[in-house]
């Protein structure tokens, strides 16, 4: 049974960083895609990033270069740092994962979710 675990979430100020991480049990996370989503309250699910197997890594625009998609395959562990943070950024954040090894902008491709971590930024 594939289960994922966020932690890492928070309240911190604007301009702040977080480490957000995502433990994976019975899934082997080194040969499929796994990317991170959020929600906020009232809005639609946002897909920010993506890493697919040999590393590759897409990002949503509003997050595009103060975001990092990582994965530690030893550690069966997803990474989202996250630095200049701002207070659009507040929502839950969630892990999911595919059993392929193709990457899609779409939270329909993914098969395994975890359970959220929210992340709230002052302004």
Same mark, same amino acid.
């Given at each position: *049974?594939?289960?994922?675990? +966020?932690?890492?979430?928070?309240?911190?100020?604007?301009?702040? =960083?977080?480490?957000?991480?995502?433990?994976?049990?019975?899934?082997?996370?080194?040969?499929?895609?796994? !990317?991170?989503?959020?929600? %906020?309250? #009232?809005? +639609?699910?946002? +897909?920010? !990033?993506?890493?697919?197997?040999?590393?590759?890594?897409?990002? !949503?625009?509003?997050?595009? #270069?103060?975001?990092?998609?990582?994965?530690?395959? !030893?550690? %069966?562990?997803?990474?989202?740092?996250?630095?200049?943070?701002?207070? +659009?950024?507040? %929502?839950?954040?969630?892990?999911? %994962?595919?059993?392929?090894?193709?990457?899609?902008?779409?939270?329909?491709?993914?098969?395994?979710?975890? *359970?959220?971590? *929210?992340?709230?930024? =002052?302004?």
């Amino acid at each position: *049974q594939v289960q994922l675990v +966020e932690s890492g979430g928070g309240s911190v100020q604007s301009g702040g =960083s977080l480490r957000l991480s995502c433990v994976a049990s019975g899934y082997t996370i080194g040969g499929f895609c796994m !990317a991170w989503f959020r929600q %906020a309250p #009232g809005k +639609e699910r946002e +897909e920010i !990033a993506v890493i697919a197997r040999g590393d590759n890594t897409r990002y !949503a625009d509003s997050v595009k #270069g103060r975001f990092t998609i990582s994965k530690d395959n !030893a550690k %069966a562990t997803l990474y989202l740092q996250m630095n200049s943070l701002k207070a +659009e950024d507040t %929502a839950m954040y969630y892990c999911a %994962a595919t059993n392929s090894g193709i990457c899609l902008w779409t939270g329909t491709w993914y098969e395994y979710w975890g *359970q959220g971590t *929210q992340v709230t930024v =002052s302004s």
